[in-house]
């Protein structure tokens, strides 16, 4: 009767464990209450224990009594795991480093079957071993293979230091959150993260940085130095409006910005880094309120303008509204759009974020669309984080979520409609660039391949180290331009050993930044969206 008293206790704790701690913690709350509870549980009434270091050769303890309880607690805990963390669960992968665990592990069923032979008792306890020793292991390797995985992180390669690294930060983040450290200790190190999202799909156990990455630098804004701060202050009262943006597009910087030297930050190496990204002036492309689908309507979907994108790349979205509308959709662009709040979101300003969200909701709202695309991958990844954004606001939050449900990159919608339009040969090679925020924000690699390899002649060469960031991560190239330029100038040589003629990305900034580091190249390769591509092919052949 102890014993089952005993293992509900253990299991009522297990529970209790992975609903309020951290997975390591929880798993070693498991580990050492197995330990202790469960020899005890499994033990006949009056047994002393002596029989316990037998269980391996099942001469010592009954079958039916390990077959009722050895498995009571570890079940438990995995359903309580499985109960309260379905997602973390279901992300757990096998991966090198569980290897040296696996074989020891493995280690009582090999003693089992050299020992203990058929004897159903000696398996049982071999397996609840193996339950014991391994289940910790499983549930506890997030922080392992962080460690592990650290050597992938961008800006851990660029500084070497574990505070800057994903697991650094969050470690910084949560002592200022407790008081232990001061903002300004630790802004630095949260400023040089790209915010690039690798570690998000690479973590073993789920974990969200960029949701924590976002909170950390909003807890460590008001700590920063006032020039800092202006700088700052300056870019999200210009980036985001794109009437702002379209008054100041033909203003050229003067030359002498680059002879400031080169810096990690500042106010002149800003200034320095946008006089290098600031792409050549050319015709503004103005987009009609609504354009018809060509042939059978398939879809009505509503083209989201943006604010770099409408004021600099507006050649771009006129190219998306003829792809879609020959692929049979018809395209609607609302009038009074603004910026979606990508920017100041992944750099911590969300109270803007939010703003910028409820009025793109909005300006949605009266469309009456199928589907929110949008052609920027920093864009649609925001979008499709609305709900996260404005989950307290009791108002928008319905609204919210519909609208996140809703938004498709512009490749992932003409895949899921599949083509219908006739595409022309493209005899080219060209190399294709993974953006950030499509690739780790969205999941979103394999439909921009798709629709390239469906284009006829046209070959597709894959850029070495491809996931790794650019060094445009919204306006980091602009707040940290030192580190961008050299992962840009990395990545524009990587780019040259593929000997492609053409570079395609999905982003705006992507392109800004890789062409800016193609040039320094001594390069004229010239950079280009997907869309832009498969706008050439489906164009008719001039008679």
């Not at 009056?46 to 009594?65: K, L, N, Q, R």
Request: charged share 15%; net charge positive.
């Amino acid at each position: 009767m102890h014993g089952a008293v005993l293992l509900l206790i253990y299991g009522v704790a297990a529970v209790a464990a992975f609903r309020f701690c951290a997975p390591a913690t929880a798993a070693m709350a498991v580990y050492l209450g197995g330990l202790i509870v469960l020899p005890v549980g499994i033990y006949p009434p009056g047994s002393s224990g002596a029989e316990f270091p037998y269980w391996i050769t099942g001469s010592a303890v009954p079958s039916d009594m390990l077959v009722t309880k050895a498995w009571i607690a570890p079940l438990i805990a995995v359903s309580a795991f499985a109960a309260f963390d379905r997602q973390r669960l279901l992300r757990l992968r096998f991966a090198w480093i569980d290897l040296p665990m696996v074989l020891w592990c493995a280690w009582p069923l090999v003693q089992g079957l050299l020992v203990a032979g058929a004897r159903p008792a000696g398996w049982i306890g071999a397996l609840y071993l193996c339950g014991v020793w391994g289940l910790p292991w499983i549930l506890g390797r997030a922080c392992i293979a962080a460690g592990v995985l650290i050597l992938l992180f961008v800006a851990y390669q660029l500084w070497g230091t574990e505070a800057d690294s994903p697991r650094g930060r969050i470690h910084l983040i949560r002592q200022v959150a407790d008081g232990l450290a001061e903002p300004a200790e630790v802004t630095g190190h949260l400023d040089s993260c790209l915010g690039c999202l690798a570690c998000v799909p690479a973590c073993p156990s789920g974990v969200r940085y960029d949701e924590i990455i976002e909170h950390g630098r909003e807890l460590v804004e008001s700590a920063r130095p006032v020039a800092d701060r202006a700088v700052r202050a300056g870019l999200f009262a210009l980036f985001p409006y794109p009437r702002r943006l379209a008054a100041v597009r033909g203003v050229r910087p003067p030359q002498w910005l680059g002879s400031i030297p080169r810096q990690r930050s500042g106010i002149g190496a800003t200034a320095r880094a946008a006089a290098e990204l600031a792409p050549p002036p050319g015709p503004r492309v103005p987009l009609p309120r609504r354009v018809a689908a060509r042939g059978t309507r398939r879809a009505v979907v509503g083209l989201l303008t943006g604010c770099v994108q409408s004021a600099y790349f507006s050649p771009v979205s006129a190219a998306t509204v003829r792809v879609l509308a020959r692929e049979g959709c018809e395209v609607v662009i609302p009038r009074g759009q603004s910026c979606c709040g990508a920017l100041p979101l992944h750099a911590g300003r969300t109270a803007q974020a939010r703003r910028l969200a409820r009025r793109t909701i909005a300006t949605f709202a009266r469309a009456g669309v199928d589907a929110i695309v949008t052609d920027v991958a920093g864009c649609g990844s925001a979008m499709k984080e609305y709900a996260r954004l404005l989950a307290d606001d009791p108002r928008w939050a319905p609204r919210a979520a519909r609208f996140a449900e809703a938004v498709r990159d512009v490749t992932e919608l003409l895949c899921d409609l599949g083509p219908v339009a006739p595409r022309r040969p493209l005899p080219w090679t060209v190399a294709y660039h993974d953006a950030c925020h499509l690739g780790y924000g969205q999941g979103i690699t394999a439909q921009p391949r798709e629709l390239l390899a469906g284009v006829p002649q046209l070959r597709v060469v894959e850029v070495p180290d491809g996931g790794t960031c650019c060094g445009s991560a919204g306006v980091y190239n602009l707040l940290q331009p030192e580190p961008a330029s050299r992962l840009g100038d990395r990545k524009a040589q990587a780019i040259l050993a593929t000997g492609a003629e053409l570079v395609v990305a999905g982003n705006p900034g992507c392109t800004l930044q890789i062409q800016a580091a193609l040039r320094r190249a001594g390069s004229m390769l010239k950079v280009r969206h997907t869309i832009e591509l498969l706008d050439a092919a489906l164009r008719p052949v001039a008679a």
